[in-house]
């Protein structure tokens, strides 16, 4: 009895994992990137973005990582997970971007296409690489899928963003126009700036500090900057949220379809119209 019984065992460990590469076979060839030389290169000074970096009110995200506006090419390894398909907008101010994920859609598919009543090994190690390009209001993408062996390219990593004496974290921009030749209706929406920032803070029980104004010409137009520095995450996000909101003309008359978006920070440079409100 016991030859017989190791031939069956054998012949289910060999008909379970060829189950198991047959459910997985499908998701094995995927390569859309120009370039397969990216399987050998090195990624220099890489910015990882992590849980602790993240919020999210469930369909809006916002990371509290910013990039020194010197660097021509960003590179980001995105460990937490995000809806890979608001990755294009992340960090605008860069024409051009690298971003580094786990390749959760394996992952996923893997998981929902494993045998009932079958233990599978785990799946191998795999990663996407994306290359977005944004020029003259064009988005162009590539990518990469990286399966077997270490399944992530190699990544040196950098040190968070150390802002310069002269640099500020902003999260939100509010311009202004003309207050006279034409007059900018935002000047006249209500809320006003102030009403809507003193009623933020009662209602969230937090104060909005360090904020700046920037004078654009001699019609009162200006730039208002907000680092939120006193804020959590999940209250920077809800600002930026209400705030986009409040500044919509006529927005009682509309209908508004809100596009979901992962909001981030950038560095600006102080200078003497620059002042501290």
């Known amino acids: 009895m016991k030859p017989i019984?190791?031939?069956f065992f054998t012949l289910f460990i060999i008909l379970s994992n060829l189950a198991?590469?047959?459910k997985t076979d499908k998701v094995q060839n995927e390569n859309t990137y120009h370039s397969e030389m990216i399987r050998d290169s090195i990624f220099e000074n890489v910015i990882q973005i992590i849980d602790n970096n993240v919020a999210t009110n469930g369909i809006d995200y916002i990371f509290d990582v910013s990039i020194s506006k010197n660097t021509q090419v960003p590179v980001l390894f995105i460990q937490t997970k995000v809806p890979l398909n608001l990755l294009p907008t992340i960090y605008p101010e860069f024409s051009k971007?690298?971003?580094?994920?786990?390749?959760?859609?394996y992952y996923a598919e893997v998981?929902?296409?494993?045998?009932?009543?079958?233990?599978?090994a785990e799946p191998?190690?795999?990663?996407?690489?994306y290359e977005f390009n944004r020029e003259n209001g064009k988005l162009q993408k590539d990518s990469l899928v990286i399966k077997g062996g270490n399944g992530f390219p190699e990544m040196k990593f950098s040190e968070y963003n150390q802002l310069k004496n002269n640099e500020i974290k902003i999260y939100y921009t509010e311009s202004y126009g003309s207050d006279c030749c034409p007059r900018d209706q935002q000047l006249d929406n209500k809320?006003?700036?102030?009403?809507?920032?003193s009623f933020f803070e009662k209602e969230n029980k937090v104060k909005i500090t360090d904020t700046y104004a920037e004078m654009r010409g001699k019609e009162g137009e200006v730039n208002f900057y907000y680092t939120l520095n006193q804020l959590s995450n999940h209250l920077k996000l809800k600002f930026i949220l209400e705030r986009d909101f409040y500044r919509i003309i006529n927005r009682h008359t509309k209908d508004i379809i809100k596009t979901p978006q992962i909001y981030t920070p950038k560095t600006i440079t102080l200078h003497n119209k620059i002042e501290k409100l």
């Not at 998981?111 to 599978?120: A, E, F, H, L, M």
């Open 191 to 197: 809320p006003t700036r102030e009403e809507f920032i």
């Open 124 to 129: 191998m190690a795999s990663s996407i690489v």
């Open 20 to 22: 198991c590469a047959q």
């Open 5 to 7: 019984f190791y031939i």
């Open 97 to 105: 971007i690298i971003v580094i994920t786990p390749n959760w859609t």
């Open 111 to 120: 998981s929902g296409n494993q045998p009932k009543g079958v233990d599978c």
